[in-house]
C-alpha cells in the first residue's frame, strides 16, 4: 500500500513509521524535514500535498495541535488553535483527501484519552478528541467507494512522559509501539467507524 504519513518525526508518528515501513510504501510527512510538507491547519497546504502526492491507499494523520490552559484563564478564542488545527485539520484531510484516495481507501485519525479521561488544562483537547472520534462514527457510514475511516486514541506515551508526567498523574503510559499496532489495524483490517483506545 501507498500510506500518507502525517507527523511522521513525531513520538507516535515515529512508532507509526516502524510498524507500517517494513511492508509497504510510507510517504513521511510534516510541516518540516520530511519527504513532503503540509500544514494541516491549512486546507489550500492540504490540496497541494494530494496533488504531489498522487493517489493513495491509506492516510495516517498523527499530528495535531491544541491550547492547553486553565479552563479559568480560557476564552472563546483559546479554542481556536485546537477547532483550526488538529478537528478541521483532519476532518479536511478527508474531505479533501477523498478526492485522491483509492477505492478501498482508508483515513485513520488521531484524537486521545482525555476525550473520556480529562485532565487539568485539557478542555480544548477534550473537546477536539471527542469531536474527531464522533466525526469517525458519523462519516463512517457515508463513505463512498468501500473507504474506511477510524481514529485511534491513545493514553498517554511512555516515551512522552518527560514532559507530560505532571499533567498524568495516576493515568498508566502505553508504549509507541503498542499505539502503533492501533495504526496497522485500521489500516491493514477491514474495520470502520472506530475508535480504537490504547491503554
Ligand atoms: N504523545 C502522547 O502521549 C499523546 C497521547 C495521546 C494523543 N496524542 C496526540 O497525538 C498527536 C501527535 O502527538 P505526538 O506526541 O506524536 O506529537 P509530536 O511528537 O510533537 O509530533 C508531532 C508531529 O506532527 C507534525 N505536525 C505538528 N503540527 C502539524 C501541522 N499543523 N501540520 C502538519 N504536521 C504537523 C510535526 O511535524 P513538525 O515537527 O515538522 O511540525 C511532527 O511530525 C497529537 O495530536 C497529540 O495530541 C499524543
Known amino acids: 500500500m501507498k500510506i500518507l504519513l502525517i507527523g511522521a518525526s513525531g ?8 510498524e507500517l515501513a517494513p511492508r509497504h510504501e510510507v510517504v513521511r510527512i510534516g510541516r ?14 492540504i490540496r497541494k500535498l494530494f496533488e504531489r502526492t498522487g493517489p493513495f491507499d491509506a492516510l495516517i494523520c498523527a ?15 483559546s479554542f481556536a488553535l485546537g477547532l483550526r488545527d488538529k478537528l478541521m485539520g483532519q476532518v479536511n484531510l478527508l ?6 484516495a483509492n477505492d478501498g481507501a482508508s483515513f485513520t485519525f488521531t484524537t486521545g484519552i482525555t476525550s473520556i479521561d480529562p485532565i487539568r488544562t485539557g478542555a480544548s483537547a477534550s ?24 481514529s485511534v486514541s491513545p493514553n498517554v ?4 512522559m518527560d514532559s507530560y508526567a505532571p499533567y ?32
Open 32 to 45: 518540516t524535514g520530511a519527504d513532503e510538507h503540509v500544514d494541516i491547519s491549512d486546507s489550500d497546504s
Open 63 to 77: 499530528a495535531g495541535n491544541v491550547t492547553f490552559a486553565p479552563l479559568d484563564e480560557m476564552t472563546g478564542d
Open 95 to 100: 474531505l479533501i483527501g477523498r478526492e485522491f
Open 168 to 199: 498524568f498523574r495516576g493515568f498508566k503510559p502505553v508504549p509507541a509501539a503498542d499505539v502503533a499496532l492501533a495504526y496497522a489495524k485500521s489500516v491493514e483490517g477491514l474495520q470502520t467507524g472506530q475508535t480504537y483506545r490504547v491503554g
Open 127 to 150: 473537546l477536539v478528541n471527542g469531536a474527531i472520534d464522533a466525526f469517525v462514527r458519523a462519516a463512517a457510514i457515508e463513505m463512498p467507494r468501500g473507504m474506511r475511516v477510524n
Open 157 to 160: 506515551l511512555v516515551e512522552a
Open 11 to 18: 513520538t507516535i508518528g515515529s512508532a507509526i513509521e516502524k
